[in-house]
């Protein structure tokens, strides 16, 4: 297995645990039984579950805002006049 596969199989459990559909399908029919306690509380592959999605909903630090945002907005034509020197002789 390549190292870049290892990693993602990685990443990929941590978000969701082995036997997660399980004990969601447990706690299911606990709830139906009348358990009062949170799904996170009751099994942690929840928890770890419900973890990975909240990470989700956290907005994107790498996404400009603000001012700098504005600015990327109202900006018209960009680049397009600058040519490189490459290839010119100087003097």
């Known amino acids: 297995m390549p190292y870049l596969e ?3 199989w990685i990443d990929f459990f941590s978000k969701y645990p082995i036997g997660w559909r399980e004990d969601q399908r447990t706690y299911m029919i606990l709830k139906s039984w009348g358990l009062k306690a949170s799904p996170e509380n009751a099994f942690p592959t929840l928890k770890q579950l419900k973890e990975s999605q909240m990470q989700k909903k956290e907005p994107d630090r790498a996404v400009p805002s603000g001012k700098i945002l504005e600015m990327m907005l109202a ?7 600058w040519k490189p020197n490459i290839g010119k002789k100087n003097g």
């Open 6 to 8: 290892l990693l993602k």
């Open 75 to 81: 900006a018209k034509n960009g680049d397009s006049d």
